[in-house]
């Protein structure tokens, strides 16, 4: 976001009318009041119209007279007509009628740039920070049009936070919500003293009613036409210091430097300046570069001009800039040395980067793209530096750890945003500005690769350090003004799991058919045009507003589903028909036929509801789709009514599948338990254990708890009921890997396939990645050595935490898998959603003057989904010659020597795949030794290859001829090399 400090114009359509007296403020000003308001009109034909005066602005305050007053300067002639001048209270609220003023019609700045209006100033005044609650009563100008001119507090901290206006009775809806700024300045006791806007800074002076200060008119600066005299010159490095904060804080100095960067527009109203030549350590720990805050002086300044400043030191947001007048500029005409940036590594010590506040900089280390959330609300990527983006520190470390409690700092020390020169948030304003950053060409995702390529300034602001642009960035300068670019990390599918069936979870994102238009009551998101996009409240649809963003919604799922191409995909935050009156797989229905329909065939069918449903559902509901070619259900499905434990979430719901053989015969040898879930959100609770601990498992953590305590029981039941040893838990846990509810399945026996197969995550939540989505296996034949978080892959290939040095180990060749974890094959998180700018999500359709929506699987929904194989298929591709295979020396299926454990467990510990047999003939397959086909073997049989983008999930029909040549292979064995699926690899891993 930047640096904050802007004075924002709010436009409203109303104001409130109030009545207004003006009398004289103090004894030796008769001239004030009604008389002489009304005595300030110009001529008929010589008035500035109120919307015309771009500089209007409160100028004095006046609250320790006999009478109170705000004096507002504008450019004579300049008409107030209608406008409102009031104060508010410390609170934030107008007291009463009389403490806001509408200002006569006819009623215009006079020649002395000046007009005081009389309006009672409410309060006592402090001084102090506002953040100790030490507020000062502030003043307003609205003008005639309804916008919020000038909100100025009495006393505070410079740069600190002001009251916040609220609402009442009195309050003009300009000032509702708007924050006044802090003058720091309390008029002085004694005497007839006001605060008064000098040369850029509020202080304690004389009142002046109807006249700036010193009797000068707004565009004299000082008064004598001439450049003031010479003052000593206070090096940047000086002002800057050694420290988080300038020693200089509060004093007016003179400096001069070379001018790297500029932000006239976009609210950032200022520009950095370097000392000439600086561009190392020419002042060890202190920085040769600040930032000047000046929107008087920043539209008449260039890149590369040598100018001299004075104005006053302060501390915004943590970083120290000048605050400089339209008075403190100075262009210099002698020549100065150019500044250089700072090349080499981006340091990660707060102090090295606090020497380099405000400089030119060229980072060459690695950088990773850490979030885009505020992409699409602020033009801002956050960067991480090294390799590797921030992960969640309980999703690899147990929750309060110190381990975990480590990783949390190094995850705030490794953060830098990459900012776009501007204050602006592009979902309230300047929405026709082209967002930055976001493209579909070259996408910006979390996890990719990011390089400066051109010198930017390093700012700080909110809690943040930034990599500013010279020059305000948008979508439209990005060829000339962006200065990094972004690896491309997508992929066209999810990457090779294996297997002859395979699992996914899927979330999709509230996908209701129930439409906000629908039902009475609804309130909506809107886009730039104010047409509803999505339901904000009011009902209890959730989804899209209408049928239009309906369709662009459902499009991007079906994209998504459809490519994912998995053989059961469990689906959460799907519409629960029966609460619209409906039958219960209404909107199930709609999602399998628009799946359908793209397909073009009856590829998909969904498990229908069972019989019995619990009483009291959420709108929101678990669902089970699937391809009848790959797998039939087995049985009816069951939902686990446990009141107790999932009254504040959606109840888990099983449903039985076996897989189909190549001749799509029914295999219910392998008929596995599939389980969908989505347990309690983290975001609120209430009961013991609920509360939020900050230990980073976040609210309603018992609960889930509670809830995964009754889904193993639940589990437990099934499984005896299936007569199976392979059960899968799957869905969104809202549990991260290594917290408390994961525990209760690892000590169950489940291990948790996704940490234990990849090192992706599918979730991004406030800058850090990590899991919450979950396929969790049970382990009959290991219960240990599970829960320790992911291991490391080296070359991609998947490994385990201990124990078992594969997943299908306690399986052989023609052999069933020994648990369901054994069965598993490959695991892929498809990182297709979380990791991609929100812009590009359907619920953003027009926010923005960029359409960034496209009916593709990018931002499909908010979580990404886990895909899993099962089950080594038979190695022998439909319609091969078994009969061409065995003259040829190919291993084949079954008991024969060359395809015992021991030579698999080899071939997949060195991660190679050879082609087996020399002597190949015909189009037969590559052999394999119950694990799998073979990637990259020679032959050319009916499988399905890395092009075109799918494996084979089944394997060939083993029947007679395989037998008679049973003796046959025990003799060809010995020459043909075991091949292995490689498991983990993206089916096409080139960028699109």
Request: glycine share 12%.
């Amino acid at each position: 976001m930047g640096l904050d400090r802007v004075q924002t114009i709010v436009t409203v359509a109303t104001t409130r009318k109030a009545s207004m007296k003006l009398s004289t403020p103090i004894s030796s000003c008769a001239a004030l009041g009604l008389v002489a308001g009304l005595s300030l009109i110009s001529p008929a034909g010589e008035t500035v119209p109120a919307s015309a005066a771009e500089t209007a602005h409160i100028s004095e305050i006046a609250y320790t007279l006999d009478s109170d007053f705000i004096e507002v300067a504008a450019e004579p002639g300049t008409d107030l007509s209608g406008w409102t001048i009031g104060s508010v209270t410390r609170g934030g609220s107008v007291h009463a009628p009389e403490h806001a003023v509408e200002v006569p019609a006819g009623t215009t700045i006079g020649e002395s740039g000046a007009l005081a209006i009389e309006v009672p100033i409410t309060n006592s005044v402090k001084s102090g920070s506002a953040a100790d609650g030490s507020y000062g009563a502030s003043a307003f100008a609205v003008d005639d049009a309804g916008s919020l001119v000038s909100f100025d507090q009495i006393g505070g901290v410079v740069e600190g936070r002001g009251v916040t206006g609220k609402a009442n009775t009195f309050t003009p809806e300009p000032v509702v919500g708007e924050d006044a700024t802090p003058t720091g300045a309390t008029a002085e006791s004694g005497g007839e003293n006001s605060i008064q806007l000098i040369d850029g800074r509020w202080q304690s002076a004389s009142a002046t009613p109807n006249a700036l200060p010193d009797g000068r008119s707004d565009d004299d600066g000082d008064g004598s036409g001439e450049d003031p005299a010479p003052k000593d010159v206070t090096p940047i490095a000086d002002i800057q210091g050694t420290g988080d904060e300038s020693p200089l804080v509060g004093e007016t100095v003179t400096t001069r430097g070379v001018v790297t960067a500029s932000y006239p527009t976009g609210g950032l109203n200022g520009y950095y300046v370097q000392t000439p030549g600086t561009g190392g350590d020419e002042t060890p720990g202190a920085s040769d570069g600040i930032f000047v805050y000046s929107p008087d002086t920043v539209g008449e300044v260039n890149i590369g001009d040598h100018v001299e400043l004075s104005g006053s030191v302060s501390e915004h947001y943590g970083q120290t800039q000048i605050n400089v007048p339209a008075s403190g500029l100075h262009p210099l005409q002698e020549p100065a040395e150019a500044v250089k940036p700072v090349d080499g590594e981006f340091p990660t010590d707060p102090a090295e980067r606090e020497a380099l506040e405000g400089m030119l900089v060229q980072p060459t280390s690695e950088l990773t793209v850490a979030d885009t959330y505020n992409t699409n609300k602020y033009g801002e990527v956050l960067l991480a530096t090294g390799d590797g983006t921030l992960p969640q520190p309980t999703d690899v470390a147990r929750p309060g750890s110190e381990k975990a409690k480590a990783l949390d700092e190094e995850n705030l020390a490794r953060e830098v945003a990459l900012d776009d020169g501007s204050t602006v948030n592009f979902l309230e304003k300047d929405q026709d500005v082209p967002l930055p950053y976001v493209s579909h060409d070259q996408p910006v995702r979390v996890g990719a690769q990011a390089t400066i390529t051109s010198p930017v300034v390093l700012g700080f602001g909110h809690e943040k350090w930034r990599f500013q642009p010279t020059t305000r960035l948008t979508g439209d300068n990005a060829a000339a003004v962006q200065p990094a670019n972004f690896e491309n990390t997508r992929t066209r599918a999810p990457g090779q799991v294996g297997g002859q069936v395979s699992l996914a979870s899927f979330n999709v994102l509230n996908y209701f058919t129930t439409l906000g238009t629908d039902l009475p009551g609804c309130t909506f998101y809107t886009d730039r045009d104010g047409n509803p996009v999505t339901v904000r409240g009011g009902c209890d649809a959730r989804g899209a507003a209408n049928e239009e963003s309906f369709e662009r919604q459902e499009a991007k799922i079906v994209a998504a589903i459809n490519s994912l191409d998995a053989s059961v995909v469990s689906l959460m935050e799907i519409e629960n028909s029966a609460h619209f009156g409906q039958d219960r797989d209404a909107a199930l229905e709609q999602l399998v036929s628009s799946l359908n329909e793209a397909a073009g065939t009856q590829k998909w069918a969904f498990a229908p509801s069972p019989t019995d449903v619990p009483s009291d559902e959420d709108v929101i509901r678990s669902a089970f789709i699937y391809q009848p070619a790959e797998v039939a259900v087995e049985g009816q499905s069951t939902i686990h009514d446990d009141e107790d434990a999932f009254s504040n979430a959606r109840e888990p719901l099983a449903q039985a599948f076996a897989p189909k053989d190549a001749r799509g015969e029914v295999e219910t040898e392998k008929t596995f338990i599939a389980i969908a879930n989505h347990f309690k959100s983290k975001g609120s609770g209430s009961g013991p254990g609920n509360e939020d601990t900050g230990d980073g498992q976040g609210a309603s953590n018992a609960d889930r708890v509670k809830q995964a305590k009754s889904l193993v029981d639940f589990a437990a039941e099934q499984k005896d009921a299936a007569s199976t040893d392979y059960v899968y838990l799957m869905g969104d846990f809202n549990s991260y890997t290594q917290e408390d509810p994961m525990q209760v399945f690892y000590d169950a026996g489940y291990a948790n396939v996704g940490a234990e197969h990849t090192d992706e995550s599918t979730y991004l939540y406030k800058n850090r990645v990590g899991s919450l989505d979950h396929v969790l296996a049970l382990d009959t034949a290991a219960n240990a050595g599970h829960a320790e978080g992911k291991p490391g892959h080296a070359g991609g290939e998947p490994g385990r935490a201990k124990g078992e040095a594969g997943s299908t180990a306690g399986q052989s060749a023609g052999d069933l898998p020994t648990s369901a974890f054994a069965a598993v094959t490959g695991a892929d998180v498809w990182n297709i959603n979380s990791v991609e700018a929100l812009a590009l999500e359907y619920s953003r359709h027009n926010y923005n003057a960029t359409q960034f929506y496209e009916p593709d699987q990018f931002r499909a929904s908010d979580h990404d989904p886990v895909l899993v194989g099962l089950f080594e298929p038979e190695d022998e591709a439909p319609g091969t010659d078994a009969e061409a295979d065995t003259a040829g020396g190919l291993g084949a299926n079954g008991d024969d020597a060359a395809g015992t454990d021991e030579a698999s467990a080899e071939a997949d510990a060195s991660g190679s795949s050879s082609t087996a047999g020399a002597g190949t003939a015909g189009a037969g397959t590559a052999g394999v030794a119950g694990n799998g086909g073979a990637e990259g073997s020679s032959g050319s049989g009916n499988g399905s290859s890395a092009d075109s983008g799918r494996l084979p999930r089944t394997g060939g029909e083993l029947g007679l001829p395989v037998s008679i040549a049973a003796g046959l292979l025990l003799v060809g064995a010995a020459s043909a090399a075991i091949t292995r699926r490689r498991q983990s690899e993206p089916i096409d891993s080139d960028p699109i």
